[in-house]
């Protein structure tokens, strides 16, 4: 996370430069602005990317973390953040955020699930309130308790240690997720099969009530790209 605040901040310090540079009276200064602008047009160009494609990746233990696009990781912090400092979990967390990107919505469509009403059941897991526009079959199915904790097929996760140990997982089969469709980066689309693998109870639920298959969801993802 650090990181990728430093690296920002240097965009937008190269950006800064380039243009003092160009208004110079020294020549010398402008063709480094042209250097630095065809720099930062390149970055530009390859934006939403992520820093390493798979095929530079060397070895079977290969770092994958930079193959993940900007937005991927955005999702990943975020829920993991959110999930240390507030104690919910993550899985749903990360769930609840990915579910609101407009290709997974239009996946869910695919499916023959109203988003909406797919949200509300994450919301629910979530014990939030859920929204009023919810259909009256997807409100009668949210009374049915969704266990957070210590039963099911993948157990809360409570410790630093145990939500980072998830996550890794999560990108883990995100990445074989990506590499088996053809991908060049981990996209948020790879981290909700990813997600649905790791058969974390609730979420599990979730998709088994839409009867959401994972075959199913991969080529509904595929599909919109």
């Not at 629910?124 to 309130?129: L, Y």
């Not at 259909?135 to 993948?154: C, D, F, I, N």
């Not at 109870?201 to 919109?224: H, M, T, W, Y």
Request: charged share 25%.
């Amino acid at each position: 996370f650090f990181v990728r605040i430093v690296v920002r901040l240097s965009y937008v310090l190269l950006v800064s430069i380039a243009y003092i540079f160009f208004f110079s009276d020294l020549e010398a200064l402008r063709w480094i602005s042209i250097i630095f602008s065809l720099f930062l047009l390149d970055r530009l160009m390859h934006a939403g990317q992520g820093e390493v494609m798979f095929r530079y990746l060397k070895g079977e233990k290969a770092n994958i973390a930079p193959t993940l696009t900007p937005r991927a990781y955005a999702f990943l912090s975020m829920a993991f953040r959110k999930s240390l400092m507030t104690g919910e979990d993550f899985s749903l967390l990360l769930l609840s955020a990915l579910t609101d990107k407009r290709d997974i919505k239009e996946a869910l469509k695919r499916l023959d699930v109203l988003p909406k009403e797919f949200t509300a059941k994450v919301t629910a897991a979530r014990g939030e309130p859920a929204r009023p526009e919810v259909s009256r079959r997807v409100e009668s199915s949210l009374q049915e308790p969704v266990p957070k904790e210590g039963a099911g097929l993948h157990p809360s996760t409570k410790s630093r240690e145990e939500t980072t140990a998830l996550l890794e997982s999560i990108v883990k089969d995100a990445y074989v997720a990506a590499r088996e469709t053809n991908e060049k980066f981990i996209y948020p689309r790879n981290i909700l099969i990813g997600l649905y693998n790791q058969k974390h109870v609730a979420v599990s639920r979730i998709f088994n009530l839409f009867e959401i298959r994972p075959g199913d969801l991969k080529e509904a993802l595929l599909f919109g790209r």
